[in-house]
């Protein structure tokens, strides 16, 4: 599988047969989504940094919300989170995503803005590949998302939610890392990952979207 970070929250995760894309964004000054193409589209919170979804083309199966769905030989499965840690008071509803796609579990947390609960860990144990926001801000920050990385124990990290070309961005970027105790590695645009190249221990990798 091919991951590549577009930025903000969305991924585009290419399969051997079939490619999804996760919270496609409103295009902003600084970033923009380009030609993007996908029969699937999943949506964590109706917000418009997550649910631009006429930028991606292909007429699209749109999941939103909590439940079980399988479209294309892709299982996913949504999970009910809180986009704050006061039980949406804030911010309202979030959808976690665990998707299974050429033999791998994917995690994506959308703006996730509390520590895992046991009933959502059951959900998420299993993930390879967890993508978490770092930004703090909406979502959790840094030290938070060090503790749900804990939780979770995947063999992949790949970091969100955060903008590589600000000061801002850079540092709960530096944050990050320093509190998941890892040297700071040479962002790369795609990642390839397969069942038999996961790492034994958790390893961070960082994406840089595209300029």
């Known amino acids: 599988m ?3 970070w577009l930025g903000h929250a969305c991924f585009q995760l290419r ?23 996908a029969p ?31 479209i294309s030989d892709v299982l996913i499965t949504g999970i009910a989170s809180y986009h704050d840690g006061k039980h949406g008071a ?15 579990v994917i995690c994506h947390l959308g703006d996730l803005g509390h520590t895992l609960q046991e009933e959502q860990l059951e959900e998420v144990a299993d993930a390879d590949v967890l993508l978490i926001p770092i930004g703090g801000g909406s979502t959790i920050h840094a ?13 992949i990290v ?21 509190e998941m105790g890892v040297e700071q590695s040479a962002p790369q645009p795609k990642f390839t990952v397969s069942p038999t190249s996961l790492p034994v221990e958790t390893q961070v990798v960082l994406l840089t979207p595209p300029a």
């Open 143 to 155: 030290t938070q998302a060090a503790e749900v990385i804990s939780q979770v124990e995947p063999r």
């Open 90 to 104: 804030e911010r309202g509803r979030n959808t976690i995503y665990v998707i299974h796609m050429d033999g791998l």
């Open 15 to 37: 399969g051997k047969q079939v490619a999804l894309v996760t919270d496609p964004f409103t295009p902003q000054p600084d970033s923009s989504l380009g030609k993007i193409t």
């Open 2 to 4: 091919e991951i590549t």
């Open 158 to 178: 790949i970091p969100m939610h955060y903008n590589p070309t600000t000061d801002e961005g850079l540092q709960a970027l530096n944050k990050f890392c320093r």
């Open 40 to 70: 699937i589209v999943t949506v964590s919170h109706n917000h418009p940094g997550h649910n631009n979804i006429a930028a991606v083309s292909g007429n699209p199966r749109v999941v939103r919300g909590p439940g079980e769905y399988e």
